[in-house]
């Protein structure tokens, strides 16, 4: 992890992010601040008063939105996520914030890294003690080593680089376990972001010579930055340290190596391990870091490797004033955000079988920030813990809306169809022709005559070949007057009100020609032989 955040770093590179909201983390503090992002304590929040104290990695404001950047965060998220070791800080979440752009989750540490503990040791005048520095770069060789065996989803070989291996990324924990953090310059053949020609990556002081010379880098380069590190702790000074970074690379390509003995005698059992893993020439070293932990391991001899309660109490020992400091500000911005005591909080009832959409929690004191309906506190011991709440989804209902959607989404589409269509063209009717009448003399007219009413549904249309009715042959004898009866004069009257109906009718085309009606037979009464 980065330096410590100092009041003057924390104005400059830094805005003011206690309260602010990312996802679904709140801001607490600053921790630590470097030249690429910034770490901040935040909390993660739960229902019922529960949180969890976690580490969030920003990208300093000019850097937000950078490529090449972003490109460098997101692969060290995606890399220190796929390592699961005990020994490698986790990686929790990646997300982004309109404003803040991409941020980084981790789990809190509390404690320091190792080059704080160097310091303050070297400000007291004492060393480090061995079993100490054998503990906490055996833990340090150990989460390498899971580093360097991270396969892919098939199993293979990512061939995984850390390059920054440094005493600021080695974090020492009050729970006495030691952790690498920091795989943001790692190299890895599924990383996003490439390496441009003459381009470090990396502290210059802990590199290895191919690293700083050609920029060749393989898993050994990690190794020679480990034996650094195992020689400025176990004899409390510094290696490749010059007054530029010029003379720094001078050192570092061609000083002789003292051996640790030759400062301390008592490290004599160390000289062949540290030596060996120092080799310029990288056939000569540790060929993994499993070896190097082994024989590490069997340098301790005598002297041992610290358990991790008493890395633990060397940790509080050597940081009480810091931890004591970053505590008090973790509490300062609770009370200032707000808490909520979990025994304040009701039960919340386990779900039935339908869910509801959120669930209220009483509570005495807010804590201004809600997560899905929840609010969020500490508990009194201190002690971080989260419980996700995030709304679940209804599949029942997604699907009742799917299924709505599609229903109106389709009769839309026929209206659409039945508004845009063209119309249908009209069939032509064929009419019959006019029936001319001709006129009739006045006593004709005066004569009402008797019409049945016939339905024009059961009278079929004569084919054209139809015969019609046989003409009556002349006769030479001329016609008799013929004799009609006598009507009733409600009769006549009745008719004579129907012959405007029946000429109307008859005026009106008919859709289908009226049935040829046989010529009327005359009938003479009086001379029946005639008939």
Known sequence: MNAPASAA?????????????????EILTQLASGGMASVYIARAQ????????????VLHPHLAYEEEFISMFLDEARLAARIRHMNVVPTLDVSDSPGDGYFLVMEYIEGDHLGALLGRAAKNGDRLPRPFVCRVLIDTLQGLAAAHHLTDEHGAALKLVHRDVSPHNILVGTDGIARLTDFGVAKADVRMASTRAGQFKGKLSYMAPEQASSSETDQRSDLFSVGIILWESLTGRRLFKGESNAATLNKLLNDTVAKPS???????P???????????NPEGRFQSADEFGDALDSAAGRSGVAKTRDVAEVVRSLDADKLQDERQRVRNSIEMLGRAEIAASTVPMPREGVEPRSQAYAGSRGTGSYVHGSVSGVLSDG???VVRTGAPDSNALKWFVMVLAVAVFLYAGFLVWQLLRPPAPEQPVERSPAVEVEPSSPAALATPTVVEAVDPESVEAPPDE??????????????????RRARPKAQQASESTQEPVKAAKMATPSLRE??????????????????
Not at 46 to 57: D, H, M, Q, S, T
Not at 262 to 268: G, I, K, R, S, T
Not at 471 to 483: N, T
């Open 514 to 531: 009226p049935a040829p009606t046989a010529d009327p037979v005359d009938i003479d009464i009086q001379n029946p032989y005639r008939n």
């Open 466 to 483: 139809a015969k019609k009715a046989p003409e009556r042959k002349s006769s030479s004898v001329s016609p008799r007057p013929r004799r």
């Open 46 to 57: 739960g229902v019922a008063g529960f949180e969890r104290l976690v580490a969030i990695k």
């Open 383 to 385: 002690t971080p813990v």
């Open 262 to 268: 030759d400062l301390w005698p008592d490290l004599e």
């Open 9 to 25: 770093d924390g104005d400059r590179m830094s805005r003011p992010m206690a309260g602010r909201q990312l996802g679904r983390y």
């Open 270 to 280: 160390f000289d062949e391990v540290v030596m060996k893993a120092l080799c310029r």
